[in-house]
């Protein structure tokens, strides 16, 4: 039979049809049990939320030319595929999808919600393995993972009890990125910084047994409600006299030490930086070098508790805004400047 041939080579046909048939042979599939020299990679999971771009093509053609490498000099080889949940960022794709259907997580219900993750996991998650097969990658379909799988979830819960008892880890306050929003903690690379203009407010702190103010500088004012300390560098004359006393907190009359630390920027503002361990990642290392008081302001939404005196239920932007105006009425406002500011959001 006359058949026209193509002008160059077209893989989809060719490569559609010999993967079929790697997969229904099994022939990426590890025997643990043949006695083999054993070789094996865990692949690192891509997302759920995304497709695969040139990094992860780059990546896992490496890997599996290492796989088949291993596997044509006979050994057994295992490259465990799987993707992983991503975490708040798949929460973020599900709670847009819950919006426009004008519902939220709370509504739903946690049991339901995870049900929402799963399902997109499906969509989202085949496209990925879809594409890793396009790739020609020898995984071992049969035990293809999910991060969120139960199993897994329980080994990790199981290998956290058993470190922790073994004394390997442990456990503290620190400080975290929290999300008011989003009622969850953040790692550091979850955090997205953007560049924002705002204003740099200086404030007035009355020296305690004197006449002299502190000016102190900040980004954030509604957060003096937490400081325990105010900060100078060691080597700062124009303080030298007043490290060891103490200054009388605004606002809520606490009064909190003078205390002398390296860190501070003698050339920076006033050269004088107020110090709240519990809201600023700096400030909890000199908290805990100088054993400061830890007070924290903020409930998970980013409501003022009780610890922030009469502003206790505001939200942080009218807290923020009602602190700078009861400060001025003090004549306790130095000044305001234009300033940019990198802020972390989720």
């Known amino acids: 039979m006359a058949q026209n041939l193509p002008k160059g080579y077209e893989p989809h046909d060719v490569e559609k049809k010999w993967y079929a048939a790697w997969e229904e042979g099994s022939i990426f599939h590890a025997d643990e049990t043949n006695g083999k020299e054993a070789y094996s990679i865990v692949i690192p999971p891509p997302n759920v939320t995304g497709v695969l771009h040139m990094g992860h093509a780059l990546n896992n053609t490496l ?26 960022a798949t929460q973020n794709v599900v709670e847009k999808q819950l919006a426009g259907e004008n519902r ?10 995870v ?20 790739l020609g990658a020898s995984c071992d379909w049969e035990r293809e993972r999910f991060t969120m799988d139960e199993g897994l979830s329980k080994a990790v819960r199981e290998v956290f009890v058993r470190l922790y008892e073994d004394g390997l880890i442990y456990r503290d306050n620190r400080l975290i990125n929290w999300c008011p929003r989003c009622h969850t903690a953040l790692s550091d690379l979850e955090v997205e910084h953007d560049e924002k203009r705002g204003h740099l407010w200086h404030l007035r702190y009355p020296v305690i047994g004197s006449d002299r103010y502190i000016v102190v500088a900040t980004t954030r004012p509604e957060t003096m409600l937490g400081d325990t300390a105010v900060a100078v560098n060691p080597e700062d004359e124009r303080y030298a006299d007043l490290i060891g006393g103490k200054v009388m907190l605004p606002l809520v009359d606490r009064e909190i030490s003078i205390i002398a630390d390296e860190y501070v920027d003698s050339e920076f503002g006033s050269g004088v930086v107020k110090i709240t361990p519990a809201h600023d990642f700096n400030d909890f290392e000199i908290g805990k070098r100088h054993d400061l008081e830890f007070i924290n302001i903020f409930d998970e939404s980013g409501v003022v508790n009780e610890n922030g005196g009469p502003y206790k239920g505001q939200e942080r932007y009218e807290a923020r805004a009602n602190v700078v105006a009861d400060l001025e009425g003090r004549d306790l406002l130095e000044k305001i400047d234009d300033y940019g500011n990198a802020v972390g959001e989720c």
């Open 63 to 88: 890997q599996d030319i290492l796989a088949r490498w291993k596997r044509m000099c006979g050994a057994e080889v295992l490259w465990m595929p799987g993707t992983d949940h991503a975490g708040i």
């Open 104 to 113: 939220d997580r709370h509504e739903l219900g946690r049991e339901a919600f």
């Open 115 to 134: 049900d929402r993750v799963w399902q997109w996991r499906e969509e989202s998650g085949g496209k990925i393995i879809e594409q890793l097969k396009r």
